[in-house]
């Protein structure tokens, strides 16, 4: 259990400084190469555990399990992540769009419902849902187009990763953890360079040291180590411990906005926060309860 909580944190200290350092290279970096960049080198660090794990416990790989792996790859990176990505460069602060992300639980309650048939909508989810509602309009300027176009888009790549993991839950049930994580992260970023070749989008970095720094701290520490310690932390605590980082995250966020880019959070980002951990909270309440 300690060892749960200790891979938790780390997940929630590396995943709360994804926005604020994506957006250090914002200008330089178009979002999509940042995306496809990190997810690269995140699959390339899970994989040697993953293909560890498929040994040990001689899981068989499909062709079909290939197939949903792509499509559910599809559906992660290629449009919720590089949605982020493009919220990040729009914000005027990156602390907002983590907010409006950290609320993809509550809307993993509404998918898991539509889709897995596992969930019921109780009192406890209804009074999520209300809650992150509130967090994400609290998080929009209405009288800024900029602020509403990144909020949007946070909404939206919030709102597609719930998804993927309500469908995750339905289609990979034999394959999860580390092992489906790298399968969806090296197919994702597969499709997604195919995509951006046939587009002619440009995928180059510049070559000063300070922007390929950040983009191996992206991908290494932020998408390879941190799914890591995700899984570990799941492993170690269950499904309830590594939901902790997602708790944690919102609370971090504004502070670690203010010490990478120095942008100092207004009232409402707390009043926000508030609304998201508490969102987050009941979303989870009774399966807490039952592991008490």
């Known amino acids: 259990m300690k060892k749960g909580i200790i891979f938790s944190l780390i997940t929630a200290i590396l995943f709360v400084t994804l926005e604020p350092v994506s957006k250090l290279i914002a200008n330089s970096v178009n979002p999509y190469a940042i995306t496809f960049w990190r997810f690269l080198i995140g699959s390339v660090i899970l994989i040697i555990p993953a293909v560890a794990k498929v040994k040990k416990e001689k899981t068989k790989i499909t062709p079909k ?6 499509g559910l790859g599809i559906l992660f990176i290629c449009i919720s992540m590089v949605t982020l990505q493009i919220a990040v460069k729009n914000a005027d602060s990156p602390s907002l769009i983590a907010i409006i992300f950290s609320s993809n639980s509550v809307f993993t309650i509404l998918f898991s419902f539509m889709l897995v048939k ?13 809650f992150g509602v509130v967090g994400v309009l609290l998080c929009t300027d209405f009288s800024s187009g900029t602020n509403l176009t ?22 990979m049930k034999t394959m ?7 399968g969806v992260f ?3 970023s597969i499709v997604l360079l195919i995509a951006l070749l046939s587009m002619g989008v440009d995928i180059s970095v510049p070559m000063d040291i300070n922007t390929l720094l950040i983009l191996i701290y992206l991908g290494l520490f932020v998408t390879g180590i941190g799914y890591a310690s995700y899984f570990l932390a799941m492993e170690r605590g269950g499904a309830i411990m590594a939901s902790l980082a997602f708790f944690i995250k919102p609370i971090l966020t ?3 906005t203010l010490v990478i880019v120095g942008i100092v959070p207004d009232v409402k980002v707390f009043l926000a926060i508030g609304c998201i951990v508490i969102a987050s909270y009941f979303s989870v309440y009774k399966k807490c309860k039952k592991n008490t």
């Open 186 to 188: 090296l197919t994702g």
């Open 150 to 171: 990144s909020v949007a888009l946070a909404l939206c790549s919030a709102v597609s990763f719930s998804l993927y993991t309500a469908l995750c839950r339905k289609y």
């Open 254 to 256: 504004p502070f670690a």
């Open 118 to 130: 596992e969930e019921r909508l109780t009192k406890n989810k209804i009074i999520a849902i209300i």
């Open 176 to 182: 999860r953890g580390i092992v489906q994580s790298a």
């Open 65 to 70: 399990d290939v197939i949903i792996m792509t």
